[in-house]
């Protein structure tokens, strides 16, 4: 009802409007075309830790004594969005807590099936550690590789950690391989997102008008993803159907459609079907760079999650604000790449974010 | 003082460095601090400039020396830190750097032996306790140990996870370590446990493991008997007491290497901003065709050239100063001292003066105090405020005063002499109009005398309220010598009284202080015509018409005595019949009257298109007609070719131009007399507009004083009047609280509270109702190079 709403949206600012401000001033700190354009020009890893100095991150990449690696840069921004985020949740009240926990619990996930997968293939915990995401940290992450089923790692290991309820699916007694390492994340993300989805309708208001976009996008995106990616695998559409968040636009018939796909055409003609994803699996006009599948939907991504910032009194911003800032990590990191491996004519493949800001 | 006035006049000039010495000289301008250099390679970007390489050094030595303070301070040791700088601080890092890692290794160490020697005492424990209990079921399976520590917030989510993967086939035991450990990661002291795990089967024993690892357990061989128990605690205490012993030594030799270096941190870290800052001012400069020489351009003021040039000549590598030509328009500098300088960031608040315009600043020295004091006027207050003032200015070579960090405290002590002036102001306010924490002072004995009255004790009895009639001889004895006289603070209409007086005073005030802004203007304008077609008109429409208001407020004071004050006119109904031109059925305040306000408003009235036409049409006619000026242009012309050319010169040197002096066109070749008009249509309506609606402003002068006296007579009565009133003996004890409430709430009700509102209307009257009389404000403040002025990251990290 739109008098409950705006009655919250009267009171938003009692509890979260400090941390509300606080995220868009962070966010007025994203790097702007002209922070891009600069970087692209740069030589060598120092003269963008020079430029960077003049940004946000300030003295950030200086503060360290080690050589200056890609990798330094990936672990600092990382760190830095860390550091962030980890100062908006402890500041938060419920539900925006719930919210922001929720945030994380998609870097949980990816974490959990890394560690599954480096045990497979017997590497050693301290080693995959560091590897972890930190948003996506927990405290029974280490014995992640204790597991054999996934009854195993739901009953042992996962229970008491919030993506608990996320195992309802999940759980089987077949052995744990690379397979069903990624058909568990699927399923753990497909429990993940519908849960999001309705934690975000339940909250209602703006919060739900901007946050149901992103994740129906969000879910879609998983849905084509897993199709292109099960081409050439013994995956039967049941399978696959079992994996498809349904709280996308696609749902019910895009879904249907898609189970039965079994190469990139009917894809398409799926996805044709749908004005937004249409341009995404457009043909790329002669000319035009050409840009992988995952481009375009991180392009969309960073659309819709700027759009988050027009309006005010809702939860979406946190959201945005830590999916734009990672994207910026890809970006920044996409160009320290380029500069180490001397590969100037891919330097400027990455996706711009606030492309007409100053 | 007509530096103080008009600003320094300053000129562009050139420095042609020879390459060996550019770094000396540019230091020696640093200490100096007398120019503000130009950028010459605006379209280079940061990180493509000459000296990045010399920053970036700098900035690596400025990370070591951040470094290094934070182990000093680590160890609460007071510190300090020469040229091959670098060098030196490297080899110090390194130095320092290896000692705290083995410190920390060691110490991490220490603790271990520490954990492992807890964990075998406490398990002890255990195994006493348990060996009665899994005697029968030792015989039965082999028997495997696993102990360590961990953390106490962690043991129940670790136990419950034990139960779940190894499904009841261990047996976990745990006892808290009394004391608190160091977490080695944190270093904060926790709580931690010892547990003992007991369980059967390899495959069971890998899975305890990974938990244990899981939950970052200390994990620490279990002796199997108790005599090698014995032996690994005897074997532990010896290396315990050995491991002290390095520690201390390396704390030692840490200490020692610390000293050595504490004796010059201080004088590093200058050097170090001081090395930064030139290598930034030499990316400012360009390289002449030969390549030899570094040119720079710099904005300085033109009596300071001598001493440039004579610190120039001094150097080892003689250097050359040149004066150029400039279309562009200079920085503004205004020497200062610690008298002037707040007066003048007052000002420069509102708007830096552009290149030698008036500056109101020396003016506002001693109006903006008085316009204070007048809403301030109270002389108990004016002493408080000057006495903290005074006390500001004696202690102000304080460094505890100086260097605090408290931005409210910094806010009055920057600001200290002007409180000091606004402090005795007010003394002199609050003797004029006798008022002293609301109370009146009688120093030379009241005026009146209520004895010539001859009151019958009946007409006392009776009466609430008496009437002393200055005409009756004897009462009025004469004016009080100064200001108002005390009997007033008696009289109930005390306030009818002052209103008016107040009121008047601060129309008279306000016009003065604005008819001084417009004759400030005159030292503005360049030109001649601007003084008969602006200025003449605008103090013309200004004195006709509030002019001649002040001087009927004057009049009617002078001309009326007590005997005819009954026939006194309104002045209000005077001035609004001018406007009329009526007024036949008033008695006139002197003879000719109606004929001199006639010619007055018809004056102020032919003022307005004086003032709205007369500047454009006269610019209009000077640009179209007449042929003699033509010639003048062409003249002009030709100067100006040259400067294109002298222009052009410059970028071939590679040195554009063009952003900076885009603004440097010439007026008298785009004259657009549309422009022009409107231009001074709005100047004219905002004028004419401005004198009526600024008059009216000043009144806050009479509103805001009215309302600090009211105010203080409020606290007078409501608090100090309560505990007079008692008159037992304990009335003495009451009054003590009574008085302590009546400070506080002078303070910081009628000091503070009141002070920061008059102080925020001065500020008002001078910026809108008196600068914008004259006062354009556009100008771009002088940044000289000056090392005194560097900003410092350092600050930032406490180290100076």
New interface residues.
Partial sequence: APGFSSEKQLTFNVDHGYLEGLVRGMKAGILTSTDYH?LA??DTL??MK??LQ?TDYGKLL??S?EDLTVSLVDSKLRANLVTEFSCLRSNALPPLSTFLDYITYSYMIDNVVMLITGALKQRD??ELLPRCHPLGAF?????V??ARTPTELY???L??TPLAPFFQDAVSESNLDEMEAEILRNKLYKAYIESFHSFCKNIGGVTADIMCPVLEFEADRRTFIITVNSFGTELSGADKSALYPSCGKLYPEGLRLLAKAEDHEQVKAVANCYPEYKLIFDDPEPGADFKTLEDRFFEQEVKLNMLAFLQQFHFGVFYSYVKLKEQESRNIVWIAECVTQRQKSKIHNYIPIFPGTH | MSSLLRGEEMCLAQLFLQSGSAYDCISELGELGLVEFRDLNPSVTAFQRKHVNEIKKCEEMERILVFMYCIITSLAHSLSLSLCLQEQLQRLEVELGEVTRNKEKLQRNLLELTEYTHMLRITRKFVQRTAEVSVSLCNLHPHFFISGLIQRVKIEAFERMLWRVCKGYTILSYAEVEEYLENPDTGEPTKCVVFLISYWGDQIGQKVKKICDCYHCHVYPYPSSNEERNDVVEGLRTRIQDLHTVLNRTEDYLRQVLIKASESVYTWVIQVKKMKAIYYILNLCSFDVTNKCLIAEVWCPVNDIPTLRRRKSGATVPSFVNRIPTSDTPPTLIKTNKFTSGFQNIVDAYGVGSYREVNPAPFTIITFPFLFAVMFGDLGHGVIMAVFAAWMVLCENNRKLKNTRNEIWNTFFEGRYIILMMGLFSIYTGLIYNDCFSKSLNIFGSGWSVKAMGWTKEQWENNRFLTLDPNVTGVFKGPYPLGIDPIWNLASNRLTFLNSYKMKMSVILGIIHMSFGVILSTYNYLKKYNLYLVFLPELLFLLCLFGYLVFMILYKWLAFSAKDSRHAPSILIHFINMFLMQGDGLQPLYPGQTGLQIFLVVIAVLSVPVLLLGKPVYLYWLHNGSHRLGLYRRVRRNSEEELYLMRAHDMEEGSSHSDLSSSGENPTEEFDFADELLHQAIHTIEYCLGCVSNTASYLRLWALSLAHAQLSEVLWAMVMRVGLRMDSTLGVLFLVPVFGLFAVLTVSILLVMEGLSAFLHALRLHWVEFQNKFYGGTGVKFCPFAFSLLPSSFEHDGLL
């Fill in positions: 600069n020009q740069c120092e003269d020079l430029h003049s200086s503060s004594e915990v301290a405290d029974q992450m280490a014995a590789g204790i009953s042992a290991i229970v008491d």
